[in-house]
């Protein structure tokens, strides 16, 4: 079972420059989500997903688009990177789009913008 | 909209200490409730979830937690801490609004566990 999927782990990237970061789960799951994690702020929603084809945004989604054309596939792009995304990025996903069954989280990506 | 307030941002007890973590959210309507776990360099992991029914909820390594409806809050408690429960606690609400669901959570509570 690999579960939830991130890929790269770590990244380094210059003001302006743009990147995918991917997110792949194999539970076939509905509700797929990315959040940021930045110290003292706990985890904030960025986009997320109830299906493929479906995306919303959450709370912090300016700098971010995500696109869902597979159920198992949910990439989160930063279209021009800025120091102020720095942080550590966590995909999510659940069975079910109300969440009433928790989220299984991925091991995080630490992106570092120069 | 829903936010989560936790209190304590770092608690340091010494092992076999009781602890006590508090939660408190805002949202007038039905909620789901959770306390996740995230571990030194580790994803967040579910501790314990409330959906309805025993107020009381019991979730892995002893750790427990009691929703109060008329005071908003959802404290997760543990009777004698170890050190290996070194981490950071993350309480989270997810109102369901009928079609799709967010999840927001707290900003954290750093424990250290001291030996």
């Known amino acids: 079972n690999a579960g939830v999927t991130q890929t790269p782990k770590f990244q380094v990237l210059k003001t302006g420059q743009s990147m995918t970061l991917q997110c792949a789960q194999d539970?076939?799951?509905?509700?797929m989500s990315w959040y940021r994690q930045d110290p003292g702020m706990g985890l904030r929603l960025i986009h997320y997903s109830v299906g493929a084809g479906i995306t919303d945004q959450g709370e912090v989604p300016n700098g971010y688009n995500v696109s869902r054309s597979t159920t198992e596939d949910f990439p989160l792009r930063l279209l021009s990177a800025a120091p102020s995304q720095t942080s550590v990025y966590f995909c999510a996903s659940s069975p079910d789009r109300g969440l009433f069954q928790p989220q299984h989280f991925g091991d995080g990506t630490r992106l570092s913008i120069l | 909209a829903q936010s989560v307030s936790q209190h304590n941002h770092h608690v340091i007890l010494s092992e076999a200490a009781s602890l006590e973590l508090g939660c408190n959210y805002s949202?007038?309507?039905?909620?789901?409730l959770f306390w996740y776990v995230q571990y030194p360099g580790q994803h967040l992991q579910l501790l314990l979830k409330y959906f309805s029914g025993d107020p009381l909820v019991k979730g892995i390594k002893g750790f427990e937690a009691e929703f109060i409806k008329s005071k908003f809050s959802f404290n997760l408690r543990k009777p004698s801490v170890q050190w290996s429960d070194t981490a950071e606690y993350f309480c989270a609400v997810n109102a369901y609004r009928g079609t799709a669901s967010k999840l927001t959570f707290g900003t954290g509570t750093r424990l250290q566990v001291t030996l």
């Open positions: 539970m076939n799951h509905e509700y």
């Open positions: 949202y007038g309507g039905t909620v789901n």
